[in-house]
């Protein structure tokens, strides 16, 4: 690869607007059929260069992240009890809490207000967990990240922002965790 070329993976799809994504430290583009991945990367260089030193920040960074050790009996209550503490703050009521492996996220809500938790989450610091669950929990308030929705955050979590840097270093150290104990 040149110095300043990008590197990238392409997917065309029957979409109308072409978006870009970083999928586990990874560029990819999604695009309508027959739009060319130049003209987006061009039009978007800024973006993926700041995004680019992010990630590299957090993969040097994700060296130094102690993983807990915690049994799934323990997470599951603990996880447990953090839901319904932020269901009773932030007012709102949740279904139920699952838990199973997930390859791209922390967590995730379903409509029927179903909260489903990634299992790699019981290696992380509790502090982690309780704003990963929060973070969710706010989805039920505000579906997406807006305005409104960093708003309700940073009333709890004025320095947010860390927690997300934090998240995304810890991504990458469970990861290269599980990929090192595939090549022993």
Not at 144 to 167: A, C, G, M, Q, T
């Amino acid at each position: 690869m040149a110095p300043g070329e990008i590197k990238y993976k392409t997917r065309y799809r029957g979409i109308k607007y072409p978006r870009l994504e970083f999928k586990t430290g990874s560029l990819e583009l999604i695009l309508p059929y027959n739009y060319k991945p130049e003209v987006l990367v061009s039009k978007h260089r800024q973006w993926i260069d700041r995004k680019t030193r992010f990630i590299k920040a957090c993969l040097k960074d994700s060296k130094n992240k102690k993983i807990i050790k915690r049994s799934m009996d323990e997470f599951r209550s603990l996880a447990k009890l953090l839901a319904m503490d932020s269901a009773g703050e932030l007012r709102v009521k949740i279904n139920g809490v699952f838990f199973r492996p997930m390859k791209t996220k922390w967590a995730s809500f379903s409509k029927k207000r179903n909260l489903t938790l990634n299992t790699l989450m019981k290696f992380l610091p509790e502090r982690l967990i309780k704003y990963i669950i929060y973070h969710e929990v706010t989805h039920l308030l505000e579906r997406h990240h807006n305005e409104n929705f960093w708003k309700v955050i940073s009333k709890k979590y004025p320095d947010y922002p860390r927690y997300e840097k934090s998240l995304f270093s810890y991504w990458f150290r469970l990861h290269n965790s599980k990929m090192e104990k595939l090549t022993e």
